[in-house]
């Protein structure tokens, strides 16, 4: 059973605007939401953060969405850049977890 | 600057063999964590160690084990390599809490002829 889910697997943007990567999650009890990145032929990076005392989150281009009654987080980036073309992979944990819990992750290709 | 090192980034073995990947960080963290990334599955945990010479299973820990002797070597260990079992294999360090950051290593593709 997938507890965080990334419904599309690829995203294809144009450079200088907005990406828009959308995770959703089932479990209430996820308090702590990651985004991380990843590029071929290497690990993921983290990128951004949110906890569920928030809804929103900014980072430089980069800004984390949380609905907790959709239970539904999305990452913007602005504007898109073609480095910005990896693997986006959102994760959660939360209270009575003892582990992150990984979406299955999207593509994103930014386009000049 | 955290550095998550893996022994080997291609990896051939055949079915039956016992094969050794190890994970090395520098950072002095307590936590350590064993992935495999398959297309259409994200990151599967496979076993995660919160101290040395403790280890807990994630979720998919079936034809694995798992040492850490010290704490800055985590190893995973395929008893009996079996095809299904070729993957990408990455290993993560995290300092204390479960919340803090993970590091993750550049990732070991295994392919199990």
């Known amino acids: 059973d997938q507890q965080v889910k990334q419904n599309s697997p690829s995203l294809s943007v144009q450079e200088g605007r907005i990406s828009i990567l959308n995770c959703d999650y089932t479990?209430?009890?996820?308090?702590?939401f990651l985004w991380y990145k990843k590029y071929p032929a290497e690990g993921p990076t983290f990128l951004i953060s949110i906890s569920s005392i928030k809804d929103k989150n900014e980072d430089g281009r980069f800004t984390v969405f949380l609905n907790k009654s959709a239970k539904h987080l999305s990452l913007h980036i602005v504007p898109s850049q073609p480095g910005d073309s990896a693997v986006y992979f959102c994760a959660a944990i939360g209270v009575g977890t003892d582990k992150l819990i990984f979406g299955t992750g999207t593509r994103l290709q930014v386009f000049p | 600057d955290v550095k998550v090192t893996q022994s080997s980034r291609y990896l051939v073995k055949r079915t039956g063999e016992k094969v050794f990947l190890e994970c090395v960080q520098d950072m002095d963290h307590e936590n350590m964590f064993w992935y495999r990334q398959d297309p259409g599955l994200g990151l599967r945990l496979i076993y995660f160690?919160?101290?040395?010479?403790?280890?807990e299973k994630g979720d998919i820990p079936e034809g694995y084990s798992v040492s850490r002797e010290k704490k800055e070597r985590f190893s995973l260990i395929l008893e009996s390599a079996s095809t299904n079992q070729t993957s990408m294999y990455l290993c993560a360090s995290s300092l204390d809490s479960f919340t803090d950051t993970q590091y993750f290593g550049p990732g070991t593709r295994l392919t199990v002829l």
């Open positions: 479990n209430s009890m996820f308090d702590y």
């Open positions: 160690s919160y101290d040395v010479k403790m280890k």
